[in-house]
């Protein structure tokens, strides 16, 4: 079956610019996760998402970073005015109970 | 808080050769354990977990680990590695109903032949 999807693969952008990022979590995951993986450093949990439940948004670096999970399934992560220190490998993962299963991510590379 | 330590940054094994790789934890309660290992480009694919019974837990592709709590430990081995187990290993730590994971920093595995 399909697992997690995430797209773009890679995005470049300009220092300032505002970025998207999708993640299209397996069907039928209830729980989806966002996070941050930086070059040589593990990975930095930046959000929760569970059902119909006020997010957990405890992880996220700044008011720049916000996410949006539309009808429990598709979410989307977007970072405004990006920085250089954003650059970093962005995971999704989705669980129905304790396994996470992760996405390939998408590499994002600030100017 | 939790929080998990890998010790050694990279490792280089001959192929054929065991390979072990170490993970500590510090968690208040009873953890979850996790191996993940990440090829080059891929997401993480989970290699085994522990939750409770058996302290020594299979995995996939051959790899072990086992739970030694007096030790704080979750060590990962196998006992003859392939040069298609060249990747990233992480170690993480969870607990039942808690969904946050924290994860080691990783350790790099080279193979050489």
């Known amino acids: 079956g399909a697992g997690v999807s995430q797209s773009p693969s890679n995005k470049v952008t300009e220092k300032g610019k505002d970025v998207e990022l999708r993640c299209d979590p397996i069907s039928g995951h209830t729980a989806l996760y966002w996070y941050r993986q930086s070059l040589g450093q593990g990975l930095e949990f930046l959000i929760y998402?569970?059902?119909?439940?006020?997010?957990?948004k405890s992880g996220l670096p700044s008011d720049r970073f916000s996410a949006e999970r539309t009808g429990g399934s598709v979410s989307t992560l977007t970072i405004q005015r990006t920085q250089q220190e954003d650059s970093a490998v962005y995971l999704c993962?989705?669980?129905?109970?304790?396994?996470?299963?992760f996405g390939p991510g998408t590499r994002l590379t600030v100017l | 808080a939790q929080s998990v330590t890998q010790p050694d940054i990279h490792i280089t094994v001959s192929e054929g050769a065991s390979l072990e790789l170490r993970c500590n934890y510090s968690y208040g309660a009873t953890p979850y354990l996790f191996w993940y290992v990440q090829s080059p480009g891929q997401g993480l694919q989970l290699l085994l977990k522990?939750?409770?019974?058996?302290?020594l837990v299979q995995g996939i592709k051959g790899f072990e680990a086992e739970f030694k709590r007096s030790q704080s430990s979750f060590n990962l081995r196998k006992p003859s590695v392939h040069w298609s187990d060249a990747a990233e290993y992480f170690c993480?730590?969870?607990?039942?109903?808690?969904?946050?994971?924290?994860f080691g920093a990783g350790t790099t595995v080279t193979v050489r032949a």
């Open positions: 993962a989705s669980s129905f109970k304790d396994e996470q299963f």
């Open positions: 522990y939750f409770s019974g058996d302290t």
């Open positions: 993480a730590v969870g607990a039942r109903g808690d969904y946050k994971l924290s």
């Open positions: 998402f569970q059902g119909n439940s006020a997010p957990d």
